[in-house]
């Protein structure tokens, strides 16, 4: 056993005495100890467990796989937030325990950790150390997952309702039984052990097998000591040895001495080159099928680590790693955290996994361009990550915005606001406080649109074309007024003197609204003006 090994060891010895009300028949003489199947005892592992998962320590191809997801599912830790309620919240002391376990790793060495033994072995472990449920807790250890083991007759509800089993740990001095609460297990989904999970190894095993012995193979066939060389010089038997290992020496300083070459004594002076065999040429060229074998069954996508994509391409296979291998791992590593934590932190509703997936860039765009007209500029703004305007426009949607602007360059009323209809009015445009003068303006474009309509008509021998006109926003006073006036008009200088006095009136009132007087009081002076004829 390691050192690393031995101390975890000390530590969960001096836990023990305190977890002994939880222990249950731990404490009894009698012990029978569970096995693996072919009679290797608990806390020990075979010889083909151990080196399988050396060679893919030494396999280029496994382990920048695996290193390739440990990473990203650390990056991730500081994002983990906690959900109480409604609420998600970052600064909770259960996010401090995640990004520092313990005095001796980070959250994110903490982290690959586990990562490398889930993707290793199918299990990962960690142990709690806290006073007790409900009491917060001290530090998380991380532990080899061959020294530990599930006790599947020792299922038990726990104090929050959830089904736990407790685990055997091997510890320097013998074997530990530890409370299920305490322990922190994630595993693969294995539908020979349900207590254990499957590593992705198993199906990898065979292409790393293959594959390390193709690499001995062609570390053999390019070595110094290598039986077959790359050609063969062959020179007059009658020379003497000095003269031999002369025209060795030459050779190999006017041709190079990096090209394997064999120089030996057997006739007149010739050159012959000996080439790989077919068989040769595929075993180096099998190898990247090895590898191909390998990524797929840890989950890597191909392109994704070879460095041969870019642009579009490269980001889709990234979208792909991301959701498809890297998130799951992540949704689970956070899922068994929450388990935990839940019974040390009875505050906590659950855990929250950020989502890593990368966005399609076009998709986003063509999301937004979508939805953007049917949402307010400052919901636009926080879709963008940018901070609220404090305006009024701010809160319009951007749909009715643009109706009301598009409007107003064609010198018509807005009809945006949902002015047309009393009951949707907001408290500014209903005249019950200064607002933004919108129905001001309003009445200045609805008196103008009716002068033209009603010039036009007199220009062309329509005296009554005032009467077609349909107003939305004009007071009915004012409106009574003007028509009684049109109608009564001689000429055309009369009729212009109708819209003056309206546009006047409509000036003053909004003259005095910006004099601070209310909305109620402005519509009221107009009304009064308007009184009697």
């Known amino acids: 056993m390691n050192l690393f090994g031995r101390m975890v060891g000390y530590v969960i010895k001096g836990w023990y005495d305190a977890l002994q009300t939880y222990a249950g028949s731990a404490s009894e003489p009698a012990l029978i ?114 020294m530990m083991r599930p006790i599947p007759e020792s299922v038990r509800r726990a104090d929050d309702g959830s089904l736990v089993v407790d685990y055997y740990y091997s510890s320097p001095d013998g074997l530990v039984r530890i409370p299920g609460e305490y322990v922190l297990h994630w595993r693969t989904p294995n539908p020979e052990d349900y207590w254990q999970g499957l590593s992705p190894l198993s199906a990898a095993m065979n292409g790393l097998r293959t594959d390390y012995s193709q690499a001995r193979w062609v570390d053999s066939f390019f070595s ?54 077919l068989e040769q040429m ?5 190898r990247d099928f090895s590898r191909r074998e390998i990524d797929r069954a840890f989950g890597i996508p191909e392109g994704l680590l070879d460095g041969a994509l870019s642009g579009d391409s490269r980001e889709a296979v990234n979208r792909t790693f991301a959701r498809d291998t890297v998130q799951p791992i992540l949704n689970h590593y956070v899922e068994v955290w929450a388990s935990r934590l839940r019974l ?29 007209l049917d949402r307010t500029i400052n919901e ?37 606001f949902g002015l047309q209809n009393p009951d949707a009015m907001t408290e500014a445009q209903a005249g019950k406080d200064d607002g933004d003068g919108a129905l001001y303006e309003a009445w200045a474009a609805e008196i103008d649109r009716w002068r033209r309509m009603t010039l036009s008509g007199w220009r ?20 009574s007024w003007a028509q009684e006036q049109l109608a009564e008009a001689k000429d055309i200088d009369d009729v212009k003197g109708v819209f003056s006095a309206m546009s006047r009136v409509t000036g003053r009132v909004i003259y005095r609204r910006n004099g601070n007087r209310g909305w109620s009081d402005n519509l009221r002076a107009a009304a009064r003006l308007f009184d009697g004829g």
């Open 33 to 146: 100890l569970p096995v693996y199947e072919g009679g290797e005892p608990v806390g020990t592992e075979t010889m083909s467990e151990a080196e399988s998962r050396r060679l893919a320590l030494v396999s280029a191809w496994a382990s920048s796989a695996i290193n390739e997801i440990a990473g990203r599912v650390s990056a991730a830790v500081p994002d983990i937030t906690v959900r109480i309620g409604d609420e998600e919240l970052d600064d909770h002391e259960a996010l401090s325990l995640i990004r520092s376990p313990n005095g001796l790793v980070s959250g994110a060495w903490f982290a690959r950790y586990i990562i490398f033994w889930y993707e290793l072995r199918g299990n990962a472990y960690a142990i709690i150390s806290s006073t007790g449920l409900g009491q917060g807790i001290d530090e998380v250890l991380p532990i080899p997952s061959y």
């Open 344 to 372: 040390f932190y009875p505050d906590i509703d659950d855990l929250v996994a950020p989502n890593i997936v990368p966005q399609d860039r076009m998709l986003r765009v063509q999301e937004y361009r979508t939805y953007a």
């Open 460 to 479: 062309k021998g329509n005296k009554d074309a005032w009467q077609e006109f349909r107003h939305r926003y004009l007071p009915e006073t004012m409106v």
């Open 282 to 286: 595929q075993i180096v060229q099998s």
């Open 224 to 277: 110094k000591d290598n039986a077959i060389p790359a050609g063969i010089v062959s020179v007059p038997p009658t020379i003497t040895p000095q003269l031999f290992e002369a025209v060795k020496r030459q050779f190999r300083e006017e041709f190079g001495g990096k090209r394997r070459t064999a120089i030996v004594r057997g006739g007149d002076l010739t050159v012959e080159t000996i080439q790989q065999t």
């Open 380 to 416: 636009n703004r926080e879709v963008l990550g940018l901070e609220p305007l404090d305006l009024p426009v701010a809160d319009v949607p951007v749909r009715v915005l643009s109706l009301m602007m598009k409007q107003a360059s064609q010198g018509l009323a807005p009809s945006g």
